[in-house]
């Protein structure tokens, strides 16, 4: 059973535009949300995270928004560059109300941006 | 360095030999996990430490599996007995508190099993 799912294996974004990568999860428990980079060789980089008290967070280029009642969160990357290729992750834990540590993640959407 | 550093990078055993997999956490830090990612997936859970008690190792695969951190800062991953189904990328992540703080991961140890 895949809690966190990323439906987009690959999206393909030109230079300057926005790049959207969504996730889906099904356990309500979640109440924290993360978005990793990754880039081939390297461990996943930390990129942005999100409390289910908001529904918005924002951090220079990348801003991650939470619906909660859709169960889904979704990274916004603007303006995309093409240092941002690479795989993208997103993660849940449901560690402050469930005593569920463990982050779950989903399977990744490698972002490619077109010079 | 400030990272998470795991070592060996690379490792290749033969079909039935163990091996020991070492993460250095972040100074500090409280909770560390280890992942393993095949090809294409995303990192699946194996086991959680808050500081050296390891209160979670419901993602080991089997009993040929086990980890350790018996003071609450290295931890090492053992897997004896090593099959070719146990060979994929295994990552650590260390984190500043319990819980709702960001994992940081290390560069992985990517394991061949021939």
């Known amino acids: 059973d895949q809690q966190v799912k990323q439906n987009s294996p690959s999206l393909s974004v030109q230079e300057g535009r926005i790049s959207i990568l969504n996730c889906d999860y099904t356990?309500?428990?979640?109440?924290?949300f993360l978005w990793y980079k990754k880039y081939p060789a390297e461990g996943p980089t930390f990129l942005i995270s999100?409390?289910?008290?908001?529904d918005k967070n924002e951090d220079g280029r990348f801003t991650v928004f939470l619906n909660k009642s859709a169960k889904h969160l979704s990274l916004h990357i603007v303006p995309s560059q093409p240092g941002d290729s690479a795989v993208y992750f997103c993660a849940a834990s449901g560690g402050s109300t469930s005593g569920t540590y463990k982050y779950i993640f989903g399977t990744g959407t490698r972002l490619k941006v077109l010079a | 360095g400030a990272g998470v550093s795991q070592s060996p990078r690379y490792k290749v055993a033969k079909r039935g030999q163990d091996v020991a997999l070492r993460c250095d956490p972040i100074?500090?830090?409280?909770?560390l996990f280890w992942y393993q990612q095949a090809l294409g997936q995303g990192p699946e859970f194996l086991t959680y430490?808050?500081?050296?008690?390891?209160?979670?190792k419901s993602g080991l695969p089997s009993d040929r599996f086990f980890a350790e951190r018996p003071e609450g800062s290295v931890s090492t991953l053992k897997i004896q007995r090593t099959q070719q189904e146990d060979s994929a990328v295994y990552l650590c992540?260390?984190?500043?508190?319990?819980?709702?703080?960001?994992?940081?991961f290390g560069n992985g140890t990517r394991l061949t099993v021939t």
């Open positions: 992540a260390s984190g500043a508190s319990s819980y709702n703080s960001p994992l940081h």
């Open positions: 430490f808050q500081n050296e008690a390891q209160l979670d």
């Open positions: 100074s500090g830090h409280v909770s």
């Open positions: 999100i409390s289910s008290i908001k």
């Open positions: 356990n309500s428990m979640f109440d924290y």
